[in-house]
């Protein structure tokens, strides 16, 4: 009878096994990575804190930070708040719902590759966008939106946007399906308007999924990679580097993989500070 | 019983999953060693990586291996297909895990990359001075870094201009006149934007094509040995004030700064530029765009002052991992020799480095009924004589180039004058290359 003790944690084991191969041992090596030298050929080569010395006197270093931070306020509140809107408009029991649901739901389930490329005909010198503003006589010349040092990283975050409210629309729509009806019942009762109703009922029924959301969104965020990639590659002049892209540029083209492994730690820290600040400050308001 | 049972299952998987983990290495040491006895006595297998030629060199490529193979009983050829944008990271993984391939097709810049980390065979040790010759010289040279030759050249293209004649006899221009130099490109991007509205020229800034644009208008990029900037010099002024001017008074497409050539063979293929270096693409411009490839007509590479014309090159490589470098060595020589390069280059537009198959009146010759593409491939093979690689390989070369990237548009976008601009990069170079 004594092994029964055993037995959750060898159903424990696989899961740990996975994840400490895959997740914490590359991570660790990460960290120590930070402190080499480290080309992928030659042997690792130990060389103190040079790697984070030498980043935080990096300018590009502290572009790239700014830029994320830009990224992070830019698209984070958007991808908090819209989506309840959407979830709320979707959660109507109305003919072909289903459709709708969908369609919001499509930008999620696209390649970003192939959403990055339509989005940069959309933001050519000669494409849709500039077109329609035109048409409607908005603008006398066409903004080069992906190539223009002041327009870049907010035409890249349109895209992050556009892509993740799908995504938290779904998380809020399950949440709006938990709340109960009879509240909402015993409101109208009381004689709430529709304005009452979402104010009193659906906003605070929802904060953990709020909270749910401004973390998961925050660290999307924080790593955004794949749309700068393909739409700006972090131009012009940098203007739409994050700091993700800056590590895979030193990894990657340039080989310095301690370097980045370094840079990488700092992005660590500053997603786990930014997911504790959002866990003290949203959970403190769920209690109270 | 049954929770027995379930916990004997569960020590199972969990020794399974690290037997498979740690058994990996096992296996493959055992590879190698079978590897290793049999190559002396039976066969040496030969792993070979190409990039991006499936599916539509599959077969070529499978007959030169047969070829190889029959000529070579005991040496038998493994072939694998990378995507072009995982070649880079796959062939790092496999150097650092220590499992290179034997023989692999890179790029020179990526290949030198690999040289400055001392990873690749010095062809100029394993190749023989007679078979050095069977290459056309300037490729041969194209892949030195320092004192070593890190890899056999295989195929090679020059610049070739593809002008759409359509645009030009809208603009009033003669398409039999197309822009040669800088300084014409200018001027008739000039006409055109008046007459049509379209862009005439579109510069790709995308690669080391910046500092390629340099050499040509005259600038040194460093010093002979390679320790200091020297393109500060009225003639790299040229070069940023040139694209300034073009940038700014709108003369090029506003996407010439995102530095990304698929944006310039997108307008092309739209019919909305008149004339651009792509080459490389013409086969591509046929599929997409009939129309406009009928009306193409290719022409010598724009070149300044210097009349310099770039040559780029394919390279063979073989890491110095390899077990069987006679071997590797030997199938690189098969692979790149005249024979096989000419039917290879018979299959899509592109010259061969051997000399003997450059002779050969499919590269001199344009028959009655010759199609742009036929025409690319001549005029390409007949400039390669003045070509050569204008951007030798560097060391942090990565480095280097963006520093020049970054200043060039900061001259174009107005935030530096292209003194100022020129200034920063040369102070950006000398500190890269005292590294």
Redesign the interface.
Same mark, same amino acid.
């Given at each position: 009878m004594r *092994?029964?003790k055993? %037995?959750p944690y060898? +159903?424990l084991?696989?899961g740990c096994?996975?994840l400490g191969?895959f997740i914490f041992y590359p991570m660790l090596q990460a960290i120590w990575l930070s402190f080499t030298n480290y080309?992928?050929?030659?042997e690792p080569d130990f060389i103190k804190f040079d790697n984070y010395e030498n980043l935080f006197q990096d300018e590009l270093f502290w572009k790239t930070l700014k830029n994320t931070f830009i990224y992070l306020i830019g698209v984070v509140p958007a991808l908090v708040i819209v989506p309840i809107f959407l979830a709320v408009l979707v959660n109507q029991k109305l003919k072909g719902i289903g459709f709708f649901r969908s369609a919001y739901y499509i930008p999620v389930v696209t390649s970003l590759v192939v959403a990055g490329i339509a989005w940069d005909w959309v933001y050519?010198?000669?494409g849709l966008l500039n077109y329609v503003l035109d048409l409607l006589g908005i603008i006398a010349e066409?903004i080069?939106w992906? %190539?223009? *040092?002041d327009t870049a990283i907010f035409a890249v975050m349109v895209v992050t946007v556009w892509k993740g409210l799908g995504y938290y629309m779904i998380i809020y729509l399950a949440g709006l399906q938990s709340i109960p009806t009879s509240l909402y019942e015993a409101a109208q009762i009381d004689g709430a308007n529709w304005w009452q109703q979402h104010t009193r009922i659906t906003i605070p029924m929802l904060m953990p999924f709020v909270l749910i959301v401004t973390i998961m969104s925050s660290i999307a965020a924080m790593k955004v990679f794949e749309e700068i990639y393909i739409m *700006?590659?972090g131009?012009?002049?940098?203007s739409s580097e994050t700091l993700v892209f800056y590590i895979y540029k030193e990894a +990657?083209?340039?080989?310095n993989m301690g370097y980045a492994s370094a840079a990488g730690v700092v992005l660590f820290i500053l997603t786990l500070i930014f997911s504790l600040i959002n866990l003290k400050v949203m959970g403190k308001d769920k209690t109270a | 019983m049954k929770k027995k049972n379930l916990l004997l299952a569960m020590i199972l998987v969990i020794a399974m999953v690290f037997v498979s983990a740690c058994g990996n290495d096992d296996a493959k040491k055992d590879s190698k060693d079978n590897k290793d006895s049999e190559g002396k006595t039976e066969q040496t297998t030969i792993e070979f990586w190409t990039m991006q030629l499936k599916p539509t060199f599959t077969e070529y490529i499978e007959g030169v291996i047969a070829d190889f193979e029959k000529e070579n009983p005991d040496i038998k050829i493994d072939w694998l297909d990378v995507p072009a944008a995982d070649l880079d990271k796959k062939i790092l993984t496999a150097v650092s895990s220590n499992t290179a391939p034997d023989v692999v097709n890179l790029n020179p810049t990526f290949a030198s990359k690999l040289a400055e980390l001392d990873a690749l065979v010095n062809m100029e040790e394993a190749v023989s001075d007679e078979d050095k010759k069977k290459y056309v010289k300037g490729a041969w040279e194209a892949n030195r870094l320092k004192d070593v030759t890190f890899a056999i050249p295989w195929y090679l293209s020059t610049e070739v201009t593809l002008n759409n004649t359509k645009i030009y006899e809208e603009a009033g221009l003669d398409p039999e006149k197309p822009a040669k130099t800088y300084e014409e490109a200018k001027e008739y991007s000039k006409v055109i934007k008046e007459k049509t509205g379209k862009y005439g020229y579109f510069p790709s800034l995308d690669l080391s094509l910046v500092l390629q644009h340099m050499v040509v208008m005259g600038a040194e990029l460093t010093n002979e040995d390679g320790t200091k900037a020297a393109f500060n010099t009225p003639e790299g002024l040229k070069a940023f004030e040139y694209f300034t001017e073009l940038y700014q008074e709108d003369l090029i497409p506003k996407e010439a700064l995102s530095g990304d050539q698929r944006n310039t063979i997108d307008m092309y293929q739209a019919g909305q530029v008149a004339f651009f270096a792509g080459s490389h693409f013409i086969s591509q411009i046929k599929e997409n765009a009939p129309e406009i490839y009928e009306n193409t007509k290719p022409s010598e590479a724009i070149t300044g002052d210097t009349g310099k014309k770039t040559m780029s090159v394919q390279n063979i490589v073989v890491p110095k991992q390899t077990e069987n470098e006679e071997a590797a060595v030997k199938f690189a020589l098969f692979l790149t020799n005249a024979e096989n390069q000419l039917a290879f280059t018979k299959l899509t537009p592109i010259l061969p480095s051997a000399v003997e198959a450059l002779e050969d009146p499919y590269f001199t010759e344009a028959g009655e009924d010759a199609e742009p593409t036929d025409l690319v491939r001549i005029t390409a093979a007949g400039q390669l004589d003045e070509a050569e690689l204008l951007v030798p390989p560097m060391e942090n070369y990565d480095e280097l180039k963006e520093a020049m990237f970054d200043a060039i548009s900061e001259a174009m976008l107005g935030e530096a004058t292209p003194q100022e601009a020129l200034d920063k990069a040369e102070k950006a170079w000398n500190d890269i290359l005292a590294k």
């Open positions: *092994t029964n055993l %037995t060898l +159903f084991l696989p096994v996975i191969a080309n992928m050929v030659s050519k010198e000669n066409p080069p992906l %190539t223009s *040092t *700006t590659g131009g012009p002049l940098h +990657f083209d340039r080989l | -």
